[in-house]
Structures are given as C-alpha cells and as structure tokens.
C-alpha cells in the first residue's frame, strides 16, 4: 500500500462531526455553529453537529428548525445528552470527530471511534498562555486505545488560529460604506460603546465613572445579565428618560429606542441579534467590551478599541489567561505607556483584580478618552496582525493533508 496515499477517498465526501454542549447559553454553541459553517461552506465537508439545546443555537440562527434532527445551511443537526446517548441514526461514519470544549462523548460514540478510527480532536478553550502553544495538535493515548488531539485556537502562527470568514475584510468594508457620513468633529462626536458582560456590580461603577466624563457617551447594553447589573442603579439614579436615535444599527435595530441618561452618559439597552448580525453591532461602535469566546475574537477582527469580560473561574484562574492574552496582544501592539496602564488597571477592576476607587475609574476613563486615537491605533494594529495570519479552518486542513488524512 501507498503510504502517501490519503487514507480518506474522494468516492464519499468528507465527513466531520461535531459535538457540542450548551454551558454558557452561548459562547459554546456560537463557536460551534461558526465553526460547522466554516467547514461546510469553505472546505464543503459533510458536517454533522450534535447540541444539547437547540433554543440556543434558534437564538443565534432564528429560522433554524424548532426540532432535532434537521438538517440547517447544509448542515446536519442531531439530538445528544452528554455522556450518555446519541442520536446517531442515519449519521454516516467520520472522518473527523471534533469535541469541542472537552465535552464528555457518551459510549456509543466512543465504539463508533475504536472502529472506525477517524481523527479524534479536542477543540479547546482559547488561550494565549505557553502552555496551550506547546500542547497544540498534540497527541494523547485514550484509555480505548485510540489517539486524541488537542486544537489549541490562539493568536500566533505557532497556534490552532482563530474562526474567520475568508470575505471578512469584505464584509466589514461594505458595511462602513453603507453608513451615512458623520460631519461632527470626533473630538465633539458622541464616544458609542457596545457592552456584552456578566452579571456583575461592576456596570454600575463603571456607568457612575462614565457619567462624569466631558464627553458624551453611549453605552449600548447588550444581553440580560448586564442589562438587569443595571437596572436597580438606574431607577435610583435616573434624571431622565426620552427616544433617541443613537441606535447601534443592525439590520433589524430600532430608530428609537429608549435612552436612560446619567450626566454626560445616554445608556440604550440594545436588541439582541443573531449571530449573522452580531458585527454589525460592534462594527458601528467606538470601544467594546465582551464576553466568552466568539464576541471576543470578533472584537479583535473588527479593529477596535476593547476589554475583554472574561468568564471568572474558581480561584482566579482566569486572570492567568486574561493577562497572557494581553501580554501577547502588547507585544504585537502595545499603545502608549499611558494608556496601556490606564486600560490594564480598568481590565483588572472589570474581572475582579482590583478594586478601584470611584475617583480612580472616572480618571483612567478619563485618560483613555484624553488617548482615543493612539488606543484606536493600537486596536488597528492587533487586528492587522491577526488579519495577516491564516485562519483555523485552513490550519485545520493543512494540519490533516500533513497526516495524510485527507
């Protein structure tokens, strides 16, 4: 036999499952759904994904089917409890197998593996700490004898890559050309940030540093939990509430939604979007802040100014993978001694590191808005640094014609 012949044959197509389970209402099963799209549509595999919790992925894909199985933009969706059962009626046999998030496969998965041997991979949690460098694409020897790999996505060459459209550029140019052009100055322009956090009684200090700031401000609040951090604040502190027209627009995004204003702060809690729309939202933005996995690699891709509200673990774990990603990030693109300071003290308060002082906040908001174009500077030059690199999806296709496995 030829050893240089791949083991898969082009008489079937190629076919990947994918298994997801919903822990954190969507960060899991926004990655998965980016991810099956991007294989079905850019390598035009046969993707088949298992989800625990189709209402999640309806509310990132509305006009997907209200039942499992279906089938949903060519690709298969199936029915799974973790660790238990699978539906895997009418499911051909993979070439592939991807757990994403080290979810726990149940046993009749684990037979279909031992006999037909696909690649078996672990897609991980994003981190830009060495460890995770060092471990990506490596194998490990499972307990049924079959070899398992680990998909570390990161942010350098070394690493497993990020999820990207290949017209993503595209994409965003032709969204900034269809918006009416802006004739007020940006120093006097209102400063618009998009905000999709936990739930946290960080908003209400960070609405309170914000209301005291020369500029005007809109702080666009995405998603229930940080949008009910907020409530109780807002109707002790309220002065008035009117329509406004500062909408972040999206293609389904209201003329007129309600504004509450706190001094020099207007704040709009904006609608939720699917995921199709979702850059919309921080493309139209000045500075973002999110969460999870999927918002925070697209707020690096969009380009603009960011914190990342990463999700808090046990012991503070977090916080070793929150400052390896911003280690690297200034490493490629570090702005200004001054506001690299002011935003990593801010980070810190944001996920629990510090506890700053009301005057602390207003001033570090303060020197941050003082050194709007040299962050902004410094936003343009980390996404240009990701832009440069090549994408998962296209790691993960050269990484397997490496194996001789396609």
Known sequence: MDKNKPRHSTAKPFTCWLFCTVIDNFGDIGVSWRLAQALR??????????????AALRALAPDAPTALPCAHQGIQLHAWQEAQHADLDNAPAPDLLIETFACTLPPDVHAIIQTHR?????????????????????????????EKYFWQMGFVPE?????????????????????????????????HIFAFGYASN?????????AEQEREIVLHCAGK??????????????????????????????????ARIL???????????????????????????VRGEDSFVRAQLAGKPFFWHIYPQAQAAHLDKLNAFWHTHHQHAAPTAAVQHAHQTLS????????????????????????????????RAWQQYLLNQSDAVSRLHDWLHRLNRI
């Open 348 to 379: 810190h308060d944001l996920n629990g590191a510090a506890d700053l002082t009301h005057a602390q906040r207003r001033q570090h908001w303060h020197t941050l808005l003082d050194h709007l174009a040299d962050w902004q500077r410094s936003a």
């Open 159 to 191: 690493s497993g890559g990020l999820l990207r459209e290949v017209d993503y550029v595209a994409q965003m140019a032709a969204f900034t050309q269809r918006q009416p052009e802006n004739t007020t100055s940006p120093e006097t322009a209102a400063l």
């Open 41 to 54: 549509q850019r390598l035009g595999w046969q993707v088949h994904l298992w989800l625990d919790n189709l």
């Open 225 to 258: 939990p940080l949008q009910t951090s907020l409530q109780t604040y807002l109707q002790t502190n309220l002065q008035t509430e009117h329509n406004v027209s500062g909408s972040l627009k999206t293609e389904n995004s209201n003329d007129a939604p309600q």
């Open 118 to 146: 696909p690649v078996w991979l672990n897609w991980e949690y994003l981190s830009a700490e060495d460890w995770a460098i060092r471990t990506h694409a490596m194998p490990s020897l499972q307990a049924n004898g079959c």
């Open 202 to 210: 960080i908003w209400q200090k960070w609405a309170a540093a914000l």
């Open 263 to 289: 001094g020099s702060l207007k704040i709009i809690n904006q609608d939720f979007v699917p995921q199709a729309q979702f850059d919309h939202a921080l493309w139209a933005a000045d500075v973002l802040i």
